[in-house]
């Protein structure tokens, strides 16, 4: 089972198993009631399945090997975006059409609606699973409304497009960033389920595309929260607009029509500020040019000069200052 993609190896699988009833046991204990058939008892069958924790919602990685066909009844309290990373599975919605999922086509299950699928003899992909409560806030915060009704989404998303492609990438890296028990795991969500909300079509959309002013200023929020979650990363402009599922044009649009600055003026800052909060530490001298690397500084000399507009101070004088009023403190404790 070597060949199979490994999306992180710092995380330990929940179980690994080659018993078919075994692993069926297992799963309806952690999904939920299901019913599944091996479509080809003769071949080798494996199942290796991974869980880990956001905020309030949770991800499952499943890499398997066999043939099955697998019907369940949706919860009526979770939402699923499953993201296909390798193999296709033949699905149909409330015993219509069927359709598609593979690496090229995701699909965002709605509670309550009954799903059989036709899964092909490899393959593994991720499970985003958000609560409906969960959901239903968000949305009755960007509308400023209650929310009356089931929200549901069309189940397709294209990742070969704008939105797909940039939601692939925002969940890969979140999966990433949960082995490191990252602090922004619960940023990293709120976008997850705004991109959702404002860019995957459900019968809301209509309502929530009235208020342009109000989706242009959660934009905003949205990329700053994005950005404080990666100083440490090279990122561009066109990273920040991906991860929150707009264009660039349309990100320094809003920006410069609800912001004091552009969106990399507000990465600059960002940036400067945490420098200067680390140097206040006391940070000894030699460590300046590590730390302005650390947040993505290539010019240093520009560097410090941006520092002194922004504080007034060059990096080196907020060092001898804050050790300096360190040394005092001290002092002052050992004086009686």
Not at 279 to 295: A, Q, S, V
Request: charged share 20%; glycine share 4%; proline share 4%.
């Amino acid at each position: 089972m070597n060949s199979f993609f490994q999306l992180n190896n710092q995380i330990e699988p929940l179980f690994e198993t080659s018993n078919y009833e075994e692993a069926q046991a297992i799963l309806s204990n952690l999904i939920g009631p299901h019913q599944s058939t091996l479509l080809d008892s003769q071949k080798p069958f494996f199942c290796r399945y991974y869980h880990t924790s956001l905020h309030q919602s949770s991800l499952i990685y499943l890499q398997w090997q066999g043939k099955q066909k697998l019907t369940r009844d949706q919860p009526d309290d979770l939402y699923v975006f499953y993201l296909p990373l390798e193999g296709e599975i033949e699905e149909r919605i409330d015993h219509l059409d069927k359709f598609y999922s593979s690496p090229k086509i995701a699909h965002l299950f709605t509670p309550q609606q009954t799903l059989i699928g036709q899964i092909d003899s490899r393959g593994q992909g991720i499970s985003v699973c958000i609560n409906r409560h969960i959901l239903e806030k968000e949305l009755s915060k960007l509308l400023n409304a209650p929310i009356n009704r089931l929200v549901t989404f069309f189940p397709e998303v294209d990742l070969t497009q704008n939105f797909g492609h940039s939601l692939k990438e925002l969940i890969l890296f979140t999966w990433q960033a949960t082995t490191s028990n990252s602090l922004f795991l619960p940023q990293l969500e709120q976008i997850l389920l705004t991109s959702l909300l404002q860019n995957q079509h459900h019968n809301y959309t209509s309502w929530l595309n009235t208020t342009e002013g109000d989706l242009a200023a959660r934009q905003i929020r949205l990329a700053q929260e994005f950005i404080r979650a990666n100083l440490e990363r090279s990122i561009s402009l066109g990273d920040i607009a991906s991860a929150i599922g707009v264009s660039g044009r349309s990100l320094q649009r809003a920006f410069a029509k609800y912001s004091d600055c552009s969106p990399i003026q507000f990465l600059r800052q960002v940036r400067l500020d945490a420098l200067h909060e680390e140097l206040k530490k006391g940070t000894p001298l030699l460590g300046i040019t590590d730390l302005m690397i650390k947040y993505q500084f290539s010019h240093f000399g520009r560097c410090s000069q941006s520092y002194q507009q922004r504080f007034g101070e060059l990096p080196s004088e907020t060092v001898k200052r804050s050790f300096f009023r360190g040394e005092i403190r001290a002092n002052s404790q050992i004086c009686p």
